[in-house]
């Protein structure tokens, strides 16, 4: 039976109960880190900051705003549609102990700024050798938006939310440093025309990429089998704006027995890249829309050749009795190798892989602030797991393949 994030939060494991750490420490200051490689991290994330939604509402709408408030332990949480919610200690862990990691609910000044700040975080970018980042939403809005878009009973308050945060995202997150920034905007979940048009207004603006639900069935929305959300994903390939599917977009989390303990699924979190993969592959979308540019966030790698030889072998068997790819030119392994991109964290023995998995399909990320964070390391993990691969290999890995999809600005002076 799957766990909800929401639920994660709650385990006794892993702080319990909604009570707050007693103590936070931080790391000493870390050092800037040899940049020995140009980065593009295809997957970080932001903790939306206490001011982001002020000025943002419309007139009608303003008092209704999430906004922060204090808790009677000294907590502070988000107020949304009569609803508080925490901000996770997980959420944020960068530059803390791992003996400090938790999803007890946490305030501000207990994460590291550059979790919420624009200023720190390029900072921390800078510290870590990181030239540009996609950042993802966190808890509050959840991964794709689902929080702010399906929460409230009135839809236009819901399209509100969902425009105050593209707009800050734009205007104070990409805006305050150009180019360090990749724009990736929420969608709307409640009307895929109405969600195909922002698409097309927000491209007009300068958004290169979008969040979406790895599995909506999950969300209580339409399936990607049903043909539902084809306007909204017609409207992405025409802008060529990269859908990316983050794993736990569906607000739910892999798990194996109910008693199994919560590390369990931690490490199985890439096993939802894995099944999004097959299952968005045999929805025939990137047979109906060839130009579309899927981009699997914080999936890992490698599993992706294990993949691909188990498309090649049950393709050979499958095509005398099923029909699923009747009419279609390219295999299954062709299409996923066209249209899909995968984002590789920590994936040592992987590489070894790269070409049968495409290494002009091959990106990398850091996912700061999570727990999973290779963050201020991420030039030192590369180096190792990339030693003795050509620099040509190496610079296409590391920035070339992700400026190239999301259509973002080279830098001026790129190693290697």
Known sequence: MPV??????????????????????????PDPRDARYTVISTDDHIVEPPHMWAGRFPAKFADLAPRVVTTNDGGERWLWDGEQIANVGFNAVAGRPTTEYGFEPTRFDEMRRGAWDIHARVHDMDVNGVYASVCFPSFLPGFVGQRISLAPTDPELGLAAMRAWNDWMLEEWCGTYPGRMVPLQLPWLRDPQVAADEIRRNAARGFKAVTFSESPDKLGLP?????????????????ETVVCLHVGSSSTSPSTTDDAP???IAVLFFAY??????????????????????????????????????????FRYQMGYLHTWEGVAETPTDVLQRNFWWCALDDESAWSTRHRIGVDHLVVESDYPHADSTWPDTQAVLARQLAGIPTEEVRAICWENAAALFRHPAPAAPRP
Request: hydrophobic share 40%; charged share 25%; proline share 7%.
């Open 223 to 239: 399936s990607i089998h049903t043909g539902y959300w084809d306007p909204f994903l017609a409207a992405c390939a025409e802008t």
């Open 273 to 314: 890249g894995m099944y999004a993969a097959v299952d968005w592959l045999y929805s025939r979308i990137p047979v109906r829309f060839p130009d579309i540019k899927i981009c699997m966030s914080e999936g890992g790698i490698g599993w992706v050749a294990a993949l691909m030889d188990r498309l090649d072998h049950c």
């Open 262 to 264: 919560p590390e369990t």
């Open 4 to 29: 909800t994030l929401d639920e994660l939060q709650n385990m006794e494991s892993f702080g319990g109960g909604g009570e707050r750490r007693p103590e936070v420490s931080f790391l000493p200051e």
